[in-house]
């Protein structure tokens, strides 16, 4: 059972369209991370969401947590080919110790046609 | 370095033999992390460090996994006895401190044939 479930799974959308990334679970999270993936690459940190229905922006991007924090969403405005990659959530999973690890959903590979 | 360094980039293997992947996380950082990625998936955890503390070692697959972390640094990956559903891309991160700030490597593509 995936703790994130991140929908749609695939997207492919042409240059100047806006789409939104779901990331849902049943749970609630202290804090929600998304992350961008490109080829050949690791998973590069785009923001850190905290508090229940907090909206931040990084330029043409939009994450929003929801008001239950069991949520989020990744919007982008006008995309563009650079844009195209692994779309990833992650939320921290506490241990006994007070220390924690990330605990990824499935991603979302986006493809953005110039 | 400035970042998290995985060596090989890429490992052919024949099925049936030992590999080692190798990370050096960022200087400083107590944490460090092995996933798997299937491809276009997302991130399978694998294995912790932190500090001089046991490893959380709940995500390894089966016992021909194994990793270690030597001086609080370097740490390494082993793969015994290979086997093709083993093909996928390990990813190593490290982190300074609570409560995020992972940093990941570029990964090794491993491929079992």
């Known amino acids: 059972t995936q703790l994130l479930e991140q929908s749609p799974q695939f997207l492919s959308i042409q240059e100047g369209e806006n789409l939104t990334v779901y990331c849902n679970s049943s749970s609630v999270f202290s804090s929600l991370q998304w992350y961008r993936q490109e080829p050949g690459e690791g998973p590069v940190l785009l923001v850190t969401v905290v508090t229940g229905g907090e909206v931040k922006k990084l330029k043409r991007l939009t994450f929003q947590f929801g008001d239950a924090r069991k949520d989020s969403s990744l919007h982008i405005t006008a995309a563009q080919p650079g844009d195209t990659g692994l779309y990833l959530c992650a939320t921290q999973k506490w241990l006994a110790s007070n220390t924690g690890k990330l605990i990824f959903g499935q991603g979302t590979t986006l493809q953005v046609k110039p | 370095g400035a970042g998290v360094s995985q060596s090989p980039s890429n490992k052919v293997t024949e099925k049936g033999k030992d590999v080692e992947l190798r990370c050096d996380p960022i200087s400083g950082h107590t944490a460090l992390y092995w996933y798997r990625q299937s491809l276009g998936q997302g991130l399978e955890f694998l294995i912790y460090?932190?500090?001089?503390?046991?490893?959380?070692k709940s995500g390894l697959p089966s016992d021909r996994f194994s990793a270690e972390r030597t001086g609080g640094s370097v740490s390494t990956l082993t793969i015994q006895r290979t086997q093709q559903e083993d093909s996928a891309v390990y990813l190593c991160a490290s982190r300074e401190g609570q409560p995020m700030g992972y940093t990941f490597g570029s990964g090794t593509r491993l491929t079992v044939v």
């Open positions: 460090f932190q500090g001089n503390s046991a490893p959380d």
